[in-house]
């Protein structure tokens, strides 16, 4: 992760924190932490943080229980936060929409005419969106993350084991924050189903 990840990934929990604390003021550390998947302790520290800073105040309520309030100054840093992530996702949308699309053309001049997505998320979308423009099908999405079961597209994702053995001539990484573990996991997955051959990975470069 370089520093420009780091900054963004700091600056978006921030974001997230400062948006839950305006919606409701009775809210503790670990209810944030509960409804935002971030560990008690960081949520510690980043609340600390953000009162040092002055863009949260610590309110108390009846029976000993605390929540916390936007300043001014908070409500000012949250705006910020939204114009600056707004604009790093048009970016990231436009960027990453392109590679995928030079992916798919590269992989259509080859003569690849179906391919597999692994992964799914915001990203996972972009790809579709590029793949609808090459002519290229996608004929099977796999995920084991929150998502088997549930539809992309219309289509139903199946887990690693069985998107496997049904993916055509490739596979594409269609995550770019888990491109390296759904790797391994692919891996690891053709492994233990004693499937022939490691699966191939398309543009796994990217």
């Not at 800073?53 to 009846?62: A, E, N, T």
């Not at 992964?119 to 609808?132: K, N």
Request: proline share 3%.
């Amino acid at each position: 992760m370089n520093k420009n990840e780091a900054v963004s990934k700091d600056s978006h929990k921030t974001f997230l924190l400062l948006s839950e604390i305006e919606k409701e003021e009775k809210l503790s550390q670990r209810e944030l932490a509960n409804r935002l998947g971030i560990a008690l302790g960081l949520v510690n520290s980043y609340m600390k943080n953000l009162v040092t800073k002055g863009f949260v105040r610590v309110k108390s309520f009846p029976r000993n229980r605390y929540g916390y309030l936007l300043t001014p100054h908070g409500f000012a840093e949250k705006s910020r936060l939204a114009y600056q992530h707004l604009n790093y996702f048009t970016s990231l949308y436009t960027s990453t929409r392109q590679d995928y699309l030079e992916l798919f053309l590269s992989l259509r001049d080859k003569g690849i005419k179906e391919v597999a997505f692994c992964g799914v998320d915001e990203v996972a979308e972009i790809a579709y969106l590029s793949l609808q423009e090459t002519g290229i099908r996608l004929t099977v999405v796999m995920d084991d993350v929150a998502f088997c079961g549930n539809e992309f597209f219309g289509m139903t994702i199946l887990s690693l084991a069985e998107g496997i053995t049904q993916a055509p001539g490739g596979i594409i990484l269609s995550s770019l924050k888990r491109g390296p573990d759904l790797r391994k996991k692919l891996l690891e997955t053709a492994w233990q189903g004693d499937i022939h051959g490691p699966p191939v990975l398309l543009g796994n470069d990217q």
